[in-house]
């Protein structure tokens, strides 16, 4: 049987999405680590609980203990790391969280992942991928006329999230040039799509508008992002894992920049389309500019060219048509985003990207 993946943070918005793609495109054995923590969604992964293929392990990986035992057990292929806490506001709020996930247990999962990767044969050594999965926020902020973030383009964090997420590239990679791990890191742009926890800004609105609440915009709201869908960025996630070469960099972008404000006003039209017009007026009557998030970075876009060529990657959706499809799915999900808001989350946090 071909060695299965190990995929930390499996059950969150991105992770899940590539357990999905594994299971459904390539019949890869999967096993998910994931801690279970408020942005987790086991019923993302729903349909795989019942595939022979697929196996599941509640744990932190930053439990050595835990992690060396799974690691023997199951003999991956390659780990393909997800977990992180991932929201900037919640780091703004609670910074040192985000440091003992994001900074202290991805060192010690590279630690286990060492010792791990040591104990293989030559043959097994030289196929196994240690693969880290990061963010475009690692970069900083760029201007309006600015080119867009490339895999070398310096790094410059603006947030305890994205200063986080910095450091543990740099583990990465300082873990493949002193300890010759096979190492893979991806950076990608804002994703958005089915299954994403509603604190971010696309599921939050929608689920507001829905709801004819109030839309907290941040200041002007013209910080402009670069919208990948989710499905996209699995499959960039698959070929680099595939096809990357060990010690590399790939970024994946959706080549869709497009302003807060204007997002919010596109699920506000689809949302009165889909819904009926509220009879106080249209859903973007409920906008409302709230004070800016501190270091609010202003713009973020990624060129894909390295990626592209390199791993023939290239993103399916544009983000008319992939936003649209959203907005449908949020929609329909009405009972599980009643049931996050009851259980685990009061739908009011803002989550402007």
Not at 224 to 253: C, I, K, N, Q
Request: proline share 6%.
């Amino acid at each position: 049987m071909t060695a299965p993946i190990l995929v930390t943070g499996g059950c969150g918005f991105i992770g899940s999405a590539y357990i999905r793609r594994a299971l459904r495109s390539a019949r890869r054995p999967v096993v998910n680590v994931d801690k279970l923590g408020y942005a987790a969604n086991p019923e993302a992964l729903e349909d795989a609980r019942t595939d022979p293929l697929y196996a599941f392990h509640k744990a932190d990986i930053g439990e050595r203990g835990a992690m060396r035992d799974i690691l023997a057990r199951h003999k991956p292929a390659a780990v393909v790391n997800f977990a992180a806490e991932t929201h900037v506001d919640r780091s703004i709020d609670g910074p040192l969280a985000f440091v003992e996930t994001n900074v202290g247990a991805t060192a010690r999962l590279l630690v286990e992942t060492l010792d791990y990767w040591r104990g293989l044969d030559a043959a097994a050594q030289a196929v196994f991928r240690f693969h880290h999965v990061s963010t475009d926020e690692v970069f900083g902020a760029l201007g309006p006329d600015d080119p867009p973030f490339t895999e070398a383009t310096p790094y410059a964090p603006n947030s305890p999230y994205a200063a986080s997420k910095a450091a543990s590239d740099h583990l990465v990679r300082a873990w493949h040039a002193t300890y010759g791990l096979p190492t893979l890191v991806t950076n990608c742009s804002n994703n958005y799509g089915p299954w994403q926890f509603p604190e971010k800004l696309i599921p939050l609105m929608i689920a507001k508008a829905a709801a004819g609440e109030a839309l907290p915009v941040y200041g002007d709201g013209r910080q402009v992002r670069d919208w990948l869908h989710v499905d996209d960025h699995a499959h960039g996630l698959a070929l680099a894992l595939e096809r990357g070469r060990p010690g590399e960099v790939y970024a994946f972008g959706g080549d869709a920049e497009v302003a807060n404000i204007d997002v919010v006003r596109a699920i506000c039209a689809r949302v009165d389309a889909k819904l009926g017009p509220r009879a106080e007026g249209p859903r973007t009557d409920l906008i409302a500019h709230v004070a800016d998030r501190p270091g609010h970075d202003r713009r973020y876009a990624i060129d894909a060219a390295k990626a592209q060529r390199a791993l023939g990657w290239r993103p399916a959706h544009a983000f008319a048509t992939g936003l649209d499809a959203t907005v449908d799915w949020y929609l329909a999900a009405g009972d599980w985003l009643a049931r996050i808001k009851a259980e685990r989350y009061a739908l009011g946090r803002l989550g402007a990207g």
